[in-house]
Structures are given as C-alpha cells and as structure tokens.
C-alpha cells in the first residue's frame, strides 16, 4: 500500500509527552501522530516535539454540548493553529434528526472553507456517521463532504462484515482522505488481535476496504494517504474476567498492523 503510517497517541497516556513521542520515533514505521489537542499546559511542549521528531500532526476534535456547530467551530479554530495535516473529527450526534445533521454538516463545510483546512469526519458510534446508509445519505446531499474512515463502528452497529452495503461503501471509499485501520467484527469494534487465525476473514476483509480506498486514493493523488493503526485500550480492548488484564499489548498489536500494512 503507497501509505504514511501515522501513531495514535490513544492509550499511551500512561506515559509522559516526550515519551510517547520518541517511543513512536523509536518504532521507525511512523511519520506522524494522531491526537486530540494538548492541553493549555501542554501547547508549547506539544509543538516543541513536533518538531524535534519532524512529525505531521492529525487532529482530532470532538463536537458536543448544546451547540455541537459551535462546538466545531471553535475547535477546528484551535486546532488550526497547530498546522495539522488535516483535522479529523468525532461530529454531530446520532440522535440528531437528519435535518439537523444536514445543517450541522453545511455549516461545517463552510467553516473548513474559511480555515482553507481538510476536514474527515469520523465514521464512528454516537455520531452522525455511524451506519453506512446514514452516512451515504450525507455525502449525497453534501459533495465536498469528506470522511475518516472507520468501519469497525459500522460492523458493530450493523452487526454484519457489510455485504448487503456494497453501494454505500463505494461511495464512503470514495470521500476518504484518512484511515482508520482497526478490524472490527460482528459483535464488537475490535478483535483481541487482528493476526488471530479466528479473525482472518475480518482482516481480510477491511484490508480489502482499505486497499479499495488507497487505489481511489492514488488515481487522483500523488501523495500518500494516510492511515493510524487504532486499536484501542481496555475496554475497546478485551480483558480478561475478573483480572481486567487486556488479552493483547496494545503496543505491539499496532505495530503488527503497521508493519502489515507498509509490507
């Protein structure tokens, strides 16, 4: 795959900033991070050690609260000024009736404009995004509406690997400019470990939804897009009963993925 392997910074907060970052540069696989944005305290360390370790940033926002447009609206102002490669963001509420997912989705886009920001909007539970038709609808209606991807939400939600949604995901494919490449099955967003034998055909299967988006990707663009290996922590991760001791090092299952996936 012609892609750049960005590291999420989700369940490495046990660690201290600088740690996670050279940890990351240590793994040699990695060009940049993903994350939401620092804290007040955090800000000039945050810059400082991007640009030691000369990497691009991603981030992430996440809209709430009574006035989920406001919401957006001041963070991707905030995130701006951190120069990202683009934003991603958990958007909107899946319990919006559609006509306020399309206002909120319009306005969005007039404000990515005005930034003069890409802006991928997360497919992704409790938000607006998350099922396949609901998004398809959404990316209809609006055509410069763009996405991160993450089908594991929607595997879970429709409970299925996706095969009656063949039409919705092409044009999902399609709006893609970020990759979220977390194998999610049936029952849940994320296997134990994507290298067990029990889940070859999930893995196969999303590597085919994202080899699909990258050749889509790559016929319009000449720069790589890119893509996270986010698996998650505990409880994304399973655990065992009564100990809560996760079934896998979260660590080493993202590596494995990325390593997979730069072959």
């Given amino acids: ?15 201290k900033l600088e740690e996670q970052f050279a940890k990351i540069a240590s793994a040699g ?3 940049g991070i993903e994350a939401p944005l620092p804290s007040k305290e955090n800000e ?23 006035d989920h447009l406001a919401s957006f609206q001041q963070q991707i102002e905030q995130a701006a000024a951190f120069k990202p490669l683009f934003i991603n963001a958990h958007s909107a509420k899946d319990s919006m009736p559609y006509d306020q997912q399309l206002e909120f989705y319009a306005q969005a886009l007039v404000a990515e404009k005005a930034l003069n920001i890409q802006v991928g909007h997360e497919t992704h539970r409790g938000r607006a995004m998350f099922t ?4 398809a609808q959404l990316l209809k209606d609006l055509p410069d509406l763009k996405i991160t991807a993450d089908f594991s939400h929607w ?15 092409k044009l999902a494919f399609e709006r893609t400019i970020h990759i979220h490449s977390r194998v999610g099955y049936a029952e849940g967003p994320q296997v134990p470990h994507p290298a067990a034998p029990e889940y070859k055909h999930e893995l ?8 699909q988006i ?10 790589p897009i890119t893509l996270t290996p986010e698996f998650g922590p505990p409880g994304y991760m399973h655990t065992l009963p009564f100990t809560n001791q996760p079934v896998a090092d979260l660590w080493e299952v993202c590596l494995w993925m990325a390593k997979r996936l730069k072959g």
């Fill in 44 to 66: 000039q360390q945050f810059r400082e050690l991007l640009s030691k370790y000369q990497f691009d940033y991603i981030a992430m926002v996440f809209t709430g609260g009574e």
């Fill in 29 to 31: 696989c990695y060009t």
């Fill in 204 to 211: 196969e299967t999303h590597e085919g939804w994202w080899q």
């Fill in 1 to 15: 795959m012609n892609i750049k392997l960005i590291k999420a910074l989700w369940g490495m907060e046990n660690m």
């Fill in 214 to 223: 990258v050749d889509l990707w790559d016929a319009k663009h000449t720069s």
């Fill in 132 to 135: 396949p038709w609901g998004t």
């Fill in 155 to 169: 595997c879970c939600v429709a409970e299925s690997l996706l095969e009656d949604q063949a039409d919705n995901l």
